[in-house]
């Protein structure tokens, strides 16, 4: 069993630490304090190929693996967890089950746009009654000779309000539960198509999440993707490999926090000597660095799976369970290692901490995630 | 146009540890990088082929691992890449070392060669104008901006104490080129997928173009007598402000320290 990264991921992270460090950084509180998507952002990612890393290079990506797109959201997060957040959406929820289901034709016409950046992609389940029971979707969509007909909505809506294309899940044929449920390919500007309401978050401030209105939004029939009442399948399977984007993230956030508290504890001066330098201090430090590292060990051995086309499932759902919640406690812990000044804005483990508490319920709340875990555990 | 940037795998840190006792640099523990000048110069060319069309040839004289600065080369763009490595290239001072580059560059055809002004390791700025006069060629240092009339002539602003010189040039020549006169671009994730895929050519002293009486140890007139690192400056303050605060801000930061 190898650890070690490829000589082509360790080039891959030189550059994404630089670019997150660089490009990222300066303006993830700027980001966060006016809610603003860093479109500038997103744009310079597209430049250098981020938007489509795992697509492969005959659909105009980098052909990468999921092991080097995980390494980006990750240090993407650690500088700004909104950037993160977006890849992950982006590549995990839109381009990869266009990937995994599409036909050729659609393979074709979404995928080199989608990894040339030059088209943001989004994901529309969570609905107002249809959370983490997803299978009781509202939206609806009927056939009416060659196009489906969209009725209903969808809300937290990741990239809502600027992607140009959106997979949908909607109800086919009520009368046969999750089996008639259905995926689409909708675009922004389709006839009936509207974006609703934009949130006001807690933490990734960012990223632009809003509903997302059908309002007999007619679409072409061979916009359907995969088959006819296979739609919840795909759904949570394009969440088990989007899970392992949100560890990543989570990990992300957790590894920022600790970058901040070790330059913070070393910096700050109390009872005549580094708060680093005493034994509480270490201690906890140390018991924070060790569930860090476990927590990059589960992403990269979910993503390795995922990337050799082995089952992955449990896994993406323990590594975003332990990464969430590891982020959870590093963030409030550097905030408590910081004393007053973490609890201000003046200090980035403030706005790290409001950003990590997502992690724990987006992409399916640890709780969902133990329901996984478990369920292969008890099969 | 052909061209062919010479670079340069350095230690990652300004802060050069030296052992007293051999004067020379402690490379363990210190991550290594793309000398920064170079990567300028390596853009300025990334640049020509983009707005003219070019083909661009990266060389670095070092050892076995500097490989791993020309990947990154070609994950920016770069389209041949050569190692030039001997164990009878080892030792060289400057001069040495810009024989033995410049040994390389006779048997290549180009219209312009590009260095970095200086690499932060040694800090000469000597290899890239000795290249020029091992070649014959002519050579603008501290090149901060360059135009190519598309017919072998190049028009260049030249960086001075004084201000700036505009220049012109003609092809085949050479230039030396400071990182400050540009943003290089990142490695693109294609590129770095493609990077370990492409092939690096690695030459020996067999290759080049040079007597060996003029290369390495042996080729190095120079003897380090002492070497020591740089007494570290403080970081200035930054201020952001309008015009006429910025009056008041310096007066009163001059008198605070009774300079008026």
């Known amino acids: 069993m190898d650890f070690s990264l490829s000589k082509t991921e360790e080039l891959f992270l030189q550059m994404i630490r630089e670019f997150a460090e660089k490009e990222v950084k300066p303006l993830a509180a700027e980001v966060d304090e006016e809610e603003r998507f860093p479109i500038e952002t997103v744009q310079k990612m597209a430049k250098i190929g981020l938007m489509g890393i795992p697509i492969p290079k005959e659909y105009g990506g980098a052909g990468g693996t999921n092991i080097m797109y995980g390494m980006a959201v990750e240090e993407l997060s650690r500088a700004c967890a909104t950037t993160g957040v977006i890849l992950s959406a982006h590549t995990s929820l839109c381009c990869a089950p266009i990937m995994e289901n599409g036909t050729e034709e659609q393979k074709q016409k979404y995928l080199p746009k989608l990894a040339s950046g030059e088209w943001i992609g989004a994901f529309g389940l969570t609905e107002p009654n249809a959370g983490t029971d997803a299978a009781g979707q509202q939206t609806i969509a009927v056939l009416d000779g060659d196009e489906w007909v969209l009725n209903g909505s969808k809300i937290f809506i990741t990239n809502g309000s600027y992607a140009n294309v959106f997979i949908i899940i909607a109800m086919t044929d009520k009368s046969l539960g999750t089996k008639g449920i259905s995926a689409f390919i909708v675009e922004k500007t389709d006839p009936g198509f509207s974006i609703g309401k934009k949130e006001k978050k807690m933490g990734i401030r960012g990223s632009a999440t809003t509903e997302l209105i059908f309002e007999d939004c007619r679409i072409p029939k061979d916009r359907q993707l995969g088959q006819l009442g296979k739609g919840f399948g795909l759904a949570m399977k394009t969440l088990d490999g989007g899970r392992i984007g949100i560890a990543a993230q989570a990990l992300g956030i957790a590894q920022g926090a600790m970058d901040e508290t070790v330059k913070y504890t070393k910096e700050r001066k109390q009872f005549g000597r580094s708060i680093s330098q005493f034994q509480n201090t270490q201690f906890q430090m140390a018991d924070l660095e060790t569930k860090v590292q476990a927590a990059r060990l589960l992403v990269r051995s979910a993503h390795y799976k995922k990337d050799k086309g082995l089952p992955y499932s449990a896994d993406a759902a323990m590594a975003k369970l332990f990464c969430a919640e590891t982020a959870m406690e590093v963030t409030t812990k550097a905030v408590q290692f910081h004393g007053g000044y973490g609890y201000t804005r003046e200090y980035p483990v403030e706005r790290m901490m409001r950003d990590a508490k997502i992690t724990e319920i987006y992409e399916g709340t640890s709780e969902v995630q133990r329901m996984v875990i478990a369920g292969k555990l008890f099969k | ?260």
Request: proline share 5%; net charge negative; charged share 25%.
């Open chain 2, 1 to 260: 146009m052909k061209i062919v940037v010479c670079i340069k795998q350095v230690p990652d840190t300004t802060e050069v540890k030296i052992n007293p006792q051999t004067g020379t640099l402690i490379r363990e523990g210190v991550p290594s990088i793309m000398n920064p000048d170079d990567k300028g110069g390596l853009e300025f060319a990334l640049q020509l082929k983009e707005q003219y069309g070019a083909h661009v040839t990266v060389i670095t004289m070092g050892l076995p691992q500097a490989d791993a600065i020309l990947r990154e080369a070609l994950a920016m763009g770069v389209d041949r890449a050569i190692l030039l490595t001997d164990r009878k290239l080892g030792g060289a001072d400057t001069l040495a070392t810009s024989s033995a580059l410049a040994g390389a560059l006779r048997t290549m055809d180009f219209d312009l060669i590009i260095t970095g002004r200086q690499a932060i390791d040694g800090d000469t700025a000597q290899v890239g104008p000795q290249i020029a006069e091992h070649l014959d060629l002519p050579q603008v240092s501290y090149l901060e901006h360059l135009e190519y009339d598309g017919n072998k002539t190049f028009t260049i602003r030249k960086q001075t104490e004084e201000g700036y010189q505009m220049l012109q040039m003609d092809a085949p020549c050479l230039v030396t080129v400071l990182a400050s006169a540009v943003k290089p671009r990142y490695m693109s994730v294609s590129g770095i997928v493609d990077a370990y895929n492409r092939e690096v050519e690695v030459w020996n002293a067999d290759k080049i173009d040079v007597p060996e009486e003029r290369i390495g140890k042996a080729g190095s007139p120079t003897s380090v007598f002492k070497s020591f690192p740089k007494s570290l400056k403080p970081a200035g303050e930054t201020f952001e402000v309008s015009p006429e605060e910025a009056v008041d801000l310096i007066i009163g930061k001059l008198k605070e320290k009774h300079i008026i």
